[in-house]
Structures are given as C-alpha cells and as structure tokens.
C-alpha cells in the first residue's frame, strides 16, 4: 500500500473512532479529591441531564454515610479516597509508554504466548496508536450488524443521553444507590462502561465479545454495566481480556446489573487478568471491589455467570441472583486464581424468591505460592420459594506449602420444601499426579497445566469456545513456575 | 550389552535403608519376575528405577542402555522407554483418558524426533491397542483412572503401556487386588507385547501371576537383597515352601 493511501486510511479509522466510541475528547484531569462540587463537574463533563446528575448525587449521601466492609478474607491498606481524581480524560499520547520497549517485558511475553497480535499488544499495553485498523473496522461492522436486529449496545454515557428513559427505569434497580460501600461510590462517580438492549423476542446475533475489547478501553477504575433482556430475549456477555492490561489506577470499583425479563436468558462471561502486582510484595497490583447481580424477574429467566478470575492482587466479588419469577433459573461458574501475593475472596449470592427457582454454583478455587483464595458464598430461600433447588460444588485446589484455601458457605433456608445439597472438597496437587504424568513422558510444568484444566473443566465449558481456549492458556502462563 | 543392568544398589528412605545391595541384569526380550515378601523392597526398586524423588541412592549404579538411568529426570526415562505399570494408578480429574495418552505419547514422540499425531492419526492408533488389554471405548473418554474399579485401573495401565510402547516395562504389582479373569486378561496383554525388542520386570507377591506370565528369571528379593535367583521353577518352588524357607536360609551362603 503507497504511503499516501496508507494516511487517508489512517484518518478514515480515525474518524470513526472517534465519531463511534470517544465522547470526550478533552485532555483534562481533575485534581484529587470528592466531594458534591467534583461530581457536579463530573456529570456536566460527561454533558448529563440532570436527573443523572441528582442520582450520582442522591448516591454520594448515601455513601458519605457507610462505612467500608471489613467482613471478606483480606488485608490491605486503607485506600484514601480523597487522593484519587475522579474524572480522567481519555490518555494521551504524552501519558502512556511511548513503545512496546518501554512495557514490562514480562507482561509481552504473555502476550506473545496468548498469540496476540501486535497492534492489540500496544493498545493493552497502554501504547498511543493511532488507528487500530482490523479491530477498528470489525467493530464497526458488529455494530451495524446490532443495530440491524434492533439491539443497542453502546457506552453507557451515551445511553444517557440518547436512551434516558431506559436508563432511567433500570439504572439501580438490580444494584440499589445504597446496596454496598463500593456500590455506592460507582453510582456516585461511575467512569463509564456499556449499555445493552436486547428487544422482545431477539436473540442476539453474536457474542458481546469483540467489540468490547475495544470500547473497554480506557473506562476508568468505575465501570459501570447495565444489559436488559425483554422478553425471551437471549444474549451472551464477554467482559474483559486475558491479557494483562496495564492501568495505573490501584483501585476499581465496577457495578454490573442484568436484568433478565420472562423467558430471556443473559449469560455473562468474565475473563479477569489486571495486573497482580510484584510477585514477592504484592505492590502495585489492582484492588478489583466489583458488585455484579442478575435479576431474573420474570417467569423462566435465566442469568447465569461464568468467571475465571487470575489477576489482581485483591478481588473482592460475588455475583449474584435474585430469582424473583417462578421457574427462574440461577448459575454461578467460577474459576479463581491466587498465585504470589494475591488474595481473593469471592463466591456467589443465589436469593431464591419465586416458586420451583433452581440454583447451580460450581466454585473452583487455585492457591499457589503465597496466594490466598476464599469462596463465600450464600444461599438464601424465602418463605415464599416453594421447590426452590441449590446445588453447589466448592473445590479448592492447593499447589506448594505456602498458600491457603477457604470455604464460607451461608445458608438460609425460610421455606421447608427447598432442596440443598452442598459439596465441597480441597485437594493438593499431588506428588504423585505430577510422578505419575512424568513417569508416562510428561514434563512438570505440562503435568501441572493438565491437572489444573481438568481440575477447572466444568468451569471452561461453560465459556464460549475461542474464550475456553484463552483461559485455558492464561491459567498455564499464571501457574508456570509455580511447581518445582 | 545388557538393557537394564543394577549395580550394588543401595537406597534409603528418609533414615530407614531399604535397599541394601541388589544387583540385577535384563537383557533384552527377557522377561524378569522379582518375588518376595512385603517390606523386602521390591515396589522400590521399581520406584527408583522409575525415578521417584523421595529414594535417596546411597551407593551403586544403574545403567540403561549403557547410560547412567538416575541421571535422568523421571519424564527422560519415560522417554527412552522405561515404563512403569504402577501398583496404585493415580487418579486425574477432568483429563479424558485419550487426551493424557495423547499428550504423553507425543511428548515421547517429540523427544526421539519423530512427528507428532495428530487428533485422527492418534485415535486409530489407540482403537487397534484397546484390543489387547480389551478395553471399552468408554474407558478412553472417561478422566484418567477416576471412578475406574480396581480391575479397569490395572487394565488401563496395561493399555497405556501398549500405546507408549516401551522397551522396558516394569509391573509394580499388576496383579494385587485382581480376580482371576481380570488377572487373565492382564497377563494376555503383557504376553502379547512380549518380543525380541522389549523385556519386562514383572514385581509381584505371589507365584500365581507367573502362571500366566512365564518368566525367564525368577529373583527373590528378601531385605533388601537378591537372596536367590533361578528360573520359572524356582517361583513354584517358593509357592509350595513360603518365603519363610528362604529367611531361615539367610544365614548361609546363597547362590546368586
């Protein structure tokens, strides 16, 4: 391609980047700091009407009132919520590194293992490009192809502004203003994060997988999702990358809310990799305080979630189900990974409400090197929740002497005709597994990566295929050297 | 030169010696029963050979193929192939059978610069060795060894043994736990993959196994130490007189 032709396409894509992603385009930082006048600003940068800006203050009341939990499996330092700015433009050029020589050579030799291509590696990376040629294009194709089924999948800011009445009716109805310390300070301050619509009826033509990988850019350490599925509406939901991500905020606070209407199905996917922090002292990795919760509101619906969680150096995260319709159907698939120094504690909440609700948690928890792993989790049936059925599967896994697995299961059963059943196990990565791999011709580091697949198999299946295959390869690259 | 040849060797457990001594040679197309009570340190030997970290060699030598055997790492052994049918098969959730045998053969095919098999290669590959050991398909999707009963696990090492295709199979106690049809059906696969170019240490308590397997030699193994070596007739020799006839003759001098 001639040099010339090679600019006019480069500003094409530019164009449309920033025409179909990037709202504000402003190089500005607020200085650290929040209070009422902060998020007023905040909202009038982001062009809200209003009652947005009411909300995000109706939230900040309420958060100025609680008080940290302190209840989960971790420890700490107390993050000053005074020292962080809480608007950030998108980076410039002048912010990030200026090339891939300038990365962590270590976060590229995971890329470069996951097989992912160059321009992709720069942009995870935190590198300035211009132009993102396939990605850019590919994302614009899905959008139209969305569009055309009736489907809205765009930036949330965007959906206030252009969908206010959507907005208006399901922000917080999933995840209340008050509902959490950290949920609170979301609704107060939220960055940005996607919006999805799927209409009455509609099945949505593809995984929400690609385009995410670009429109997550850059969101800010307060993502805020919200996907709504009318009526036997059917979508599936790819969040997150497998590769490392460089971020210079230590602090995320994200709130997802599903709400899933009769007969629609939502399944939202979670491939979690930020950065984990030093290997021996933990510094500098990402604290990640998320709140996920479905709703299945209505008769039969579905919301199930599946996530592999590896990176991070704190996750504190339960998504959860309220199964509010008779016959609604409840899922929680999880994979965590505790490897150096990093602590997670995470699980699920299923709140059984309607008649004949079913409930399946598989948790498969890995420990290795200093990490700690936690599962809580809880189980609750309502007086009004005839037949409602829970199965739940705990397996920890422990690799080496140094790390630790723990298991809280909560539950609460209002109603006589509900059927339990709970089973967990911990097991070590055998000696004698790894001999037994070896003595057939399979080296450690093969021997350890087989085992913890098969261990996390019921988990991976429930990912979409080309992810199953990314997980599986991101859990190998995050155990290597963990044995031996 | 022989295939296998143990010298003066002697190995410790923690502070406990087990082995105090035991010379040994194979060579090839022999097949090799060593017998002897419990506790006399036949699943060890086994074990060290195999290369298990936890037996310490105190002194003495192994050599196979003429190279120094405890040099290598346990999957180098597997790959020159030494393979060991194991006395408890190990368990490993969530990994079908076929793809373990997978990853294993091809790990083994890699290591002697041979092509790797692909996913359609390797399953008609696998179907003709499931005749020997009378697998059912079944057992091949199945996770490695989980849920199998005693007898499918000792069948399954036996099929495992037929795909990698060794020169050096050594049976840690096949037969333990096994019914005779189960034992029959064991003992044809090992006949069947008797030849010229494959020789076999078949470690077993009891004579019944070499009913089936007819062995070249027969070792007794007593403390630690080789006390007695003869042919096929010395293991009926032993089933009609106890180990016990061979303790009270330790004290004098025993030909080797």
Known sequence: ?484 | MSLLHVKNLHVRVEETEILKGVDLEVNMGEVHAIMGPNGSGKSTLAQVLAGREEYEVTEGQVLYKGQDLLELPPEDRAREGLFMAFQYPVEIPGVSNVYFLKAALNAIRKHREQEEMDAMEFLSYVREKMKVVKMEETLLQRPVNEGFSGGEKKRNEIFHMAVLDPVLGILDETDSGLDIDALKIVAEGVNSLRSEKRSFVVITHYQRLLNYIVPNHVHVLVDGKIVRSGGKELAEELEDKGYVWLEDKLEMPVGV
């Open chain 1, 1 to 484: 391609m001639a040099d010339n032709s090679t600019d006019i396409l480069e500003q094409r894509v530019e164009q449309e980047y920033q025409a179909g992603f990037v709202t504000d385009v402003e190089q500005e930082t607020f200085p650290p700091g929040l209070d009422e006048d902060v998020i007023r600003k905040l909202s009038a940068k982001k062009r809200e009407p209003e009652w947005m800006t009411e909300w995000r203050l109706s939230a900040y009341r309420k958060w100025l009132e609680m008080k940290e939990p302190t209840w989960a499996n971790i420890t700490y330092k107390p993050v000053d919520y005074q020292a962080i700015s809480y608007y950030s433009a998108p980076k410039s050029q002048a912010d990030g590194p200026k090339s891939l020589d300038e990365v962590d050579p270590e976060i590229l030799r995971t890329y470069e293992k996951l097989g992912i291509p160059l321009h992709e590696q720069q942009m995870l990376a935190g590198v300035a490009v211009d132009a993102v040629f396939d990605s850019v294009s590919v994302a614009t194709t899905f959008r139209e192809k969305l569009a055309e089924a009736g489907v809205i999948f765009c930036p949330i800011s965007e959906a206030i502004r252009e969908h206010p009445e959507l907005v208006k009716k399901y922000l917080g109805s999933v995840v209340p203003q008050g509902d959490n310390f950290f949920a609170a300070l979301n609704s107060a301050v939220f960055s940005d994060g996607s919006f999805v619509y799927i209409p009455k009826g509609v099945k949505c033509p593809m995984e929400l997988s690609t385009y995410f990988r670009i429109n997550a850019m850059n969101t800010g350490q307060f993502e805020r999702t919200l996907i709504i599925a009318e009526e036997g509406a059917k979508v599936s939901y790819l969040e997150g990358c497998t590769a490392p991500m460089r971020d210079e905020n230590q602090l995320h606070a994200a709130v997802v809310e599903l709400y899933a209407h009769a007969d629609a199905d939502i399944k939202y996917s979670t491939v979690q990799n930020w950065y984990p922090g030093d290997r021996e002292t933990g510094v500098g990795g990402i604290f990640n305080f998320v709140t996920k919760r479905g709703l299945a509101a209505g008769r039969r619906a579905k919301i199930s979630w599946t996530q592999v969680e590896t990176g991070s150096s704190i996750t504190w995260k339960y998504p959860s189900c309220v199964l509010k319709g008779d016959g609604s159907v409840g899922e929680f698939y999880s994979v965590a990974l505790s490897k150096g120094r990093q602590q997670a504690d995470t699980g699920t909440k299923m709140i059984h409400v309607g008649k004949n609700t079913t409930s399946t948690i598989i948790s498969k928890g890995i420990s290795a090197g200093h990490g700690q792993n936690t599962y809580r989790g809880q189980v609750k049936i309502l007086k009004g929740a005839d037949n409602a059925r829970n199965f739940s599967q705990c397996d920890s896994m422990l690799i080496g002497d140094q790390c630790g697995a723990h298991t809280f299961p909560y539950i609460d059963v209002q109603n006589p005709s509900a059927g339990m059943e709970h089973e967990a196990s911990t097991s070590k990565i055998g000696e004698d597994q790894i001999f037994y791999c070896n003595q057939r011709g399979i080296d450690t580091e093969d021997a350890l990566s087989m085992i913890v697949n098969g261990f996390c198999k019921e988990v991976f299946n429930e990912l979409p295929m080309e992810f199953a295959v990314e997980a599986r390869k991101l859990l190998e690259i995050s155990l290597e050297g963990s044995v031996g």
